[in-house]
């Protein structure tokens, strides 16, 4: 059974940088494995932020982007708002195109 | 612009089946899939698998194999998601998204509720 694996929870403060991380049990995540990354707010249906590693949807604010960091994927967010609370998914594709969430991040603006 | 309507919430007894639909309005239904992702209560995203609106091949969560049907009707633009013999751990809220590789248009959800 394969386990992508982000951190329960991070807090950053207004106006400042916090990096999520996307992890495989399978070993490092590479570009081959087409990252995905989703914002979820209370209530909500997810909203797609980044896909295949660093693209960003065209209502993706500048602030979001994504890149391969320590065989990881990450979503970095800088210059936090108040109005990036949340919680972030990340989407892997594993052979077979096969996909699987990680757990999702809760990310707290204090 | 780009529109994804889902179906309303639903009540099934366990070992029912349910059968949600999802259309979708503002591109060329044809030129991509649709992707299906449930969230059960409290929980985390759960990927179900995607169908092609091109061609009609499907990709399954290898859990969800033999119980979970993918289909789509190119004619009014709709794909539909069935689940057999329902179980209260299928209570979740249910998504599809335009996409197979990059889902990014979002239904709003539909709530099934399992329960005797």
């Known amino acids: 059974q394969t386990v992508v694996t982000q951190e329960p929870s991070l807090t950053v403060s207004p106006g400042g940088t916090v990096t999520l991380t996307c992890a495989s049990s399978t070993g490092a995540v590479t570009s081959g494995y087409y990252p995905n990354w989703f914002q979820q707010k209370p209530g909500q249906a997810p909203r797609a932020l980044i896909y295949?590693?660093?693209n960003k949807h065209s209502w993706t604010p500048a602030r979001f982007s994504g890149s391969l960091l320590g065989g990881k994927a990450a979503l970095t967010l800088s210059g936090v708002q108040p109005e990036d609370e949340a919680d972030y998914y990340c989407?892997?594709?594993?052979?077979?195109?096969?996909?699987?969430f990680g757990g999702g991040t809760k990310l707290t603006v204090l | 612009q780009v529109q994804v309507v889902q179906s309303g919430a639903e009540v099934k007894k366990p070992g029912a089946s349910v059968k949600v639909s999802c259309k979708a309005s503002?591109?060329?239904?044809?030129?991509?899939?649709i992707t299906w992702v449930r969230q059960a209560p409290g929980q985390g995203l759960e990927w179900m698998g995607w169908?092609?609106?091109?061609?009609?091949?499907?990709n399954y969560a290898q859990k969800l194999q033999g119980r979970v049907t993918m289909t789509t009707d190119t004619s009014t633009s709709t794909a539909y998601m069935e689940l057999r013999s329902l179980g209260s751990d299928d209570t979740a809220v249910y998504y599809c998204a335009t996409g197979v590789s990059y889902p990014d248009h979002w239904g709003q959800g539909t709530l099934v509720t399992v329960s005797s």
């Open positions: 503002g591109y060329t239904f044809t030129s991509y899939g």
């Open positions: 295949s590693t660093n």
């Open positions: 989407l892997l594709y594993y052979s077979g195109a096969q996909g699987v």
């Open positions: 169908i092609s609106n091109y061609n009609g091949d499907t």
